[in-house]
Nanobody, 125 residues
Framework: QVQLAESGGGLVQPGGSLRLSCAAS????????MGWFRQVPGKEREFVAS????????YYGSRVRDRFSIARDKAKNTLYLQMDSLKPEDTAVYYC??????????????????WGQGTQVTVSS
């Protein structure tokens, strides 16, 4: 079992930055991948970014590719999302997710086995 806990959300002005963290616990190191998704009420969950734990290869959603950066600290079993040039449309609950089993893709929510509770990010002046 993997437990995930996000932190770092909050209120930021347009053009600002935030850094989200997701700590994985449960005694088992991450073996495949972790990712970030976000969701606005009434809309489907949207893929933000993901990263392969072993080699660090990363993937981004088209709406964040040039502004967000995903990273991991293997020693701390922690995932990060650096969000720059934030826009009001980035407002959402951000969830981190983890998958231990092998998977060909890590860009879809059904690729993942474990989910955090989410952290609210609000971009507003």
């Amino acid at each position: 079992q993997v437990q995930l806990a996000e932190s770092g959300g909050g209120l930021v002005q347009p053009g600002g930055s935030l850094r989200l963290s997701c700590a994985a616990s449960g005694g088992t190191p991450i073996t495949n991948a972790m990712g970030w998704f976000r969701q606005v009420p009434g809309k489907e969950r949207e893929f933000v970014a993901s990263i392969r734990w072993k080699d660090g290869s990363s993937y981004y959603g088209s709406r964040v590719r040039d502004r967000f950066s995903i990273a991991r600290d293997k020693a701390k079993n922690t995932l990060y999302l650096q969000m720059d040039s934030l826009k009001p449309e980035d407002t959402a609950v951000y969830y981190c997710a983890a998958v231990q089993r092998p998977s060909a893709t890590i860009q879809f929510d059904n690729d993942y086995e474990y989910w955090g509770q989410g952290t609210q990010v609000t971009v507003s002046s």
